[in-house]
């Protein structure tokens, strides 16, 4: 029987269940917090060996380009990814589209030199044919600059952005920097490069045969991407006392079709 004032004693009972309660689900809610959601760690760990097998794959780069002057969403893109999806040794394809000239073009990755090659001289020729317009096409060493760009934070190798690339640029100089991990002075360039207004991410270039050092650039902005181009780039090249080229290109025109091709750059 219960003193005057005091709970009965299965009120008290029940309230020491309830304690027991409360402290066993914040305990299972805690708990689930911190477990990971079903599914999560397998994902994240084949996410990180696509991105190795992708790395370890890649063994040259192509640039392209056509003028063909015409506005991107008028390009037939979805007709060409399936072509170039069944080609051997193709690995991932960023499109292209030229700020202010509708240039097309694209920078692949290839498991070898030899698949590249087949494509610049056999697929891409005749696919300019087809648009009866002439044709750029250059052959990059992907392992010559591996160590240069992914200290320029490649997404072609295990970069990371935050953002979405708001445009690209490529260049390249007419030098010849064999072996390029040696002739080509990235050390020196790449932290003045790291400064730039805008810069998210370069990979280094080199081509097959010729040496010739280049790059391809994303940046968040056009504006950011035009401004180094015509401002910063021509110093550098004035520096090294060479040739060389510059091309800017709107990176939001082209986002679909570079996701429908496995672009490093929204994987």
């Known amino acids: 029987m219960s003193k005057k004032g005091e709970p009965p004693h299965e009120t008290i009972a029940t309230a020491m269940s309830r304690r027991k309660v409360i ?93 590249a090659q087949k494509f610049v001289t056999g697929y891409f020729p005749e696919e300019a044919r087809g648009f009866g317009v002439a044709q750029t096409t250059r052959i990059f060493d992907a392992d010559a600059t591996q160590n240069a760009s992914r200290d320029m934070n490649s997404m072609h190798y295990d970069g990371k952005i935050d953002q979405k690339p708001g445009a690209y640029v490529y260049t390249e100089v007419q030098l010849h920097a064999v072996p390029f991990d040696e002739a080509a002075p990235w050390r020196k360039l790449n932290p003045v490069l790291k400064q730039q207004p805008g810069l998210l991410a370069k990979t280094w270039l080199s081509g097959l045969h010729t040496g010739t ?49 496995n672009s490093p750059f929204y994987v």
Not at 48 to 76: G, H, R, S
């Open 23 to 115: 402290k066993l689900a914040t305990t299972a809610i805690a708990a689930a917090a911190i477990a990971p959601i079903p599914g999560t760690l397998k994902a994240a760990a084949t996410q990180t060996n696509d991105l190795k097998e992708k790395i370890m794959t890649q063994k040259a780069f192509i640039y392209t380009e056509v003028p063909v002057a015409t506005p991107f969403k008028d390009v037939p893109w979805q007709r060409i990814n399936d072509a170039i999806k069944k080609l051997p040794g193709f690995v991932n394809k960023t499109w292209l589209s030229g700020v202010g000239d509708h240039s097309g073009g694209g920078l692949y990755a290839f498991d070898s030199i030899e698949n």
């Open 213 to 261: 050092p280049g790059g391809f650039y994303a940046f968040d902005t056009i504006e950011n991407a035009q401004n180094f181009a015509l401002n910063y780039f021509p110093t550098e090249a004035a520096a090294l006392n060479a040739a060389y080229m510059t091309k800017v290109f709107d990176a939001n025109v082209t986002e679909a079709a570079s996701r429908d091709m």
